[in-house]
């Protein structure tokens, strides 16, 4: 239902904001593209988004526990990974969609059918702050 709407508004918005032209071919191809990147990026993005907030944000909860206990060794990783590791992946995941979201509608105008459209941006999967907004 929200992506149906939110593709309506972007329709409508993109066609009635530039020059209207009755059959610009690149402009209509230009458009129609933007409008798939939105759809898929909103549909997929929130689905990337949320598994790599959660894998990213109980990895930062297991390292962030064992450097507050000191030793940054396997054992307090694990109690990390069970204990704080919950709740920041939690928070990573909802955060995370929610930036897949927004990430599919901003990236679907200015760059659409990229990477950083479906949230898969970075070096490699786990490589996602979902903290961290630019």
Known sequence: MI???TLLVVTLFLLSSGTAYAFDREKIKET??????ITFGSTLGPVFGL??????????????????VG????????????TYGVIKG???????FVKG???GVHYGIESPFTKENFSLGGNNFLDYDPFLWD
């Open 3 to 5: 992506v149906r709407f």
């Open 32 to 37: 129609t593209k933007k409008i798939g990147g």
């Open 51 to 68: 598994v790599r907030g959660m894998l990213a944000g109980t990895i930062q909860g297991a390292n962030d526990t064992a450097s507050f």
């Open 71 to 82: 030793d940054n060794v396997i054992t307090y990783k694990v109690l990390g990974g069970l």
């Open 90 to 96: 939690s928070a990573g995941g909802v955060v995370g």
């Open 101 to 103: 979201i927004r990430d």
